[in-house]
């Protein structure tokens, strides 16, 4: 069966920190991949995503995130959180031609100020 | 332009009975899927509707059907409630020609006692 690992449960940084969060799927196909993110009290939003073309990919809000197919990877980048990043944030798969989501257990980003 | 929306927002049952969730999609989206969120997971896909009629399933029981009107708003039913199946419902819209670019609800939370 599908799966996306999210290995960072939790995540503490203070501001102006990098950030790198991991993601990991198991299919040997064509995937569709993307990132959402849910600020407290908010909807799941779409931070970005990446369908083909050049590997990484430029999101909202200075985020971006790096397909690496051999590693199976697909891991989001910042390269200095604000505290306003404070927020879980999913990764998600699609096969390509299909539909059917397969969304990771997230990771709560805490950045202390 | 309203997003998609969904109701109640807050619904608390007992094991056994039944219940019944709604959800409007965007504007110009035709194609609903649902989702269930269990806490401190990521949204598990339960189905996907289009042109009234069921496209992709997840691995959810027969408990678990829904239904989409001609106007693309959509309503998700579960039967013989299990204390399990309290979790948030999610609904998210697509239009037909980018149904990778899905757009989330607010969702419904569902507590069964």
Redesign the interface.
Known sequence: AQS?S?HNHHVILSEAASLELGCNYSYGGTV?L?W?VQYPGQ????LL?Y?SGDPLVKGIKGFEAEFIKSKFSFNLRKPSVQWSDTAEY?C?V?LRN?????????TKLNVKP | DA??TQSPTHLIKTRGQQVTLRCSPKSGHD?V?W?QQAL??????IF?YYEEEE??R?NFPDRFSGHQFPNYSSELNVNALLLGDSALY?C?S?PTSL?????????TRLLVL
């Not at chain 1, 299909?98 to 997230?106: A, T, W």
């Not at chain 2, 401190?40 to 896909?45: C, E």
């Open positions: 996306v999210q569709n993307f959402y909807h799941l939003q779409l995503k369908f999913f998600a699609t299909f539909n059917k989501f397969y969304f990771g257990s997230g | 997003g998609v194609t899927s989702y401190g997971q990521g949204p598990q896909f996907q496209r992709q997840g999610l998210a697509s149904r990778e670019t899905q757009y989330f609800g607010p969702g």
